[in-house]
């Protein structure tokens, strides 16, 4: 199985914070660890990290575009492109109010992803899948 992650669960994975991920979030990137999963990184998601960074509210040694590239080496992580697919998915998605959450619930959607979340608004969309 295939995912889709949200910026906190990418970021405490990142950081090595697996207790601040649900059980089966952690099993999802521990999967992909270990090359049995692939875990696409919706672009707005690699946005909110590098403004976060840029914040100083989240730190990567060498800083983010050294753990961008890291990152996406392994090949286990993937970034997805914002395509017209996506938006159009997320035209069904506005019982999620914030515009950036819609955008990742309907990459996961259009990919046909599980999400990684712990949002409870993208827990409610009965059309997605979500781990935690």
Do not use: N
């Not at 521990?30 to 989240?58: N, Q, W």
């Not at 515009?99 to 827990?123: F, K, N, Q, S, W």
């Amino acid at each position: 199985m295939d995912y889709v992650t949200d910026a906190h669960a990418l970021i405490w994975h990142a950081l090595g914070r697996p207790r601040k991920l649900g059980r089966r979030a952690r099993a999802a990137f521990e999967r992909a660890e270990r090359g049995e999963a692939t875990i696409h990184v919706p672009v707005i998601v690699l946005v909110e990290i590098g403004e976060a960074v840029r914040r100083g509210g989240v730190r990567f040694e060498g800083g983010f575009s050294r753990w961008l590239r890291l990152l996406t080496a392994s090949g286990r992580f993937v970034a997805a492109d914002l395509s017209t697919a996506v938006v159009v998915e997320a035209q069904a998605l506005y019982a999620i109010p914030e515009r950036g959450d819609r955008l990742i619930a309907a990459t996961a959607v259009a990919l046909g992803c599980a999400l990684i979340t712990r949002d409870p608004a993208c827990a409610r969309i009965p059309a997605l899948t979500t781990v935690w």
